[in-house]
């Protein structure tokens, strides 16, 4: 992406934190309760299952599948050119978390194609958890 400015998350959040560590280490992370072991997504401090306010940050692997997309081809934002296209992955190893990337132009996708993780690093302190398609859709 050829942009000079971006909107920036917070990586320092108490309950966020620890997924952008992960990414600026190269890794997937999700949020898991230490007593049930309920995957906390989107993370948050204490468990909805059991009530546990004992956490601890699990590496998944950086694979998945679409579950949805959309093409963006206005533009509302200089930084991001048209057409781009905003993709949703369900995480392989983590039932029920998705997370959303950015693919420039407008790629060839089906629901259910694999996806891997890559990883844009803005600067020292964000690095970007993005998706790539592992392999053409099929054709019917």
Not at 2 to 31: C, H, K, M, N, Y
Not at 58 to 67: E, M, P, S, Y
Not at 103 to 124: K, N, W
Request: hydrophobic share 40%; net charge negative; charged share 20%.
């Amino acid at each position: 992406m050829a942009s000079q400015r971006r909107v920036l998350p917070e990586t320092e959040d108490i309950d966020t934190g620890g997924f952008w560590q992960g990414a600026r280490l190269g890794e997937i992370r999700v949020l898991e309760c230490s007593s049930c072991g309920a995957l906390l997504h989107m993370p948050r401090a204490y468990c909805y299952q059991c009530g546990s306010w004992e956490n601890h940050w699990k590496t998944v692997a950086g694979i998945g599948r679409l579950h949805s997309w959309t093409v963006v081809e206005h533009q509302v934002h200089p930084d991001f050119p048209v057409p781009y296209t905003v993709v949703l992955v369900d995480l392989d190893g983590a039932p029920g978390a998705r997370l959303v990337g950015y693919l420039e132009g407008s790629p060839d996708l089906a629901a259910g194609q694999a996806m891997r993780a890559r990883f844009e690093v803005l600067d020292d302190e964000v690095t970007l958890p993005q998706w790539d398609p592992v392999e053409a859709p099929m054709s019917w």
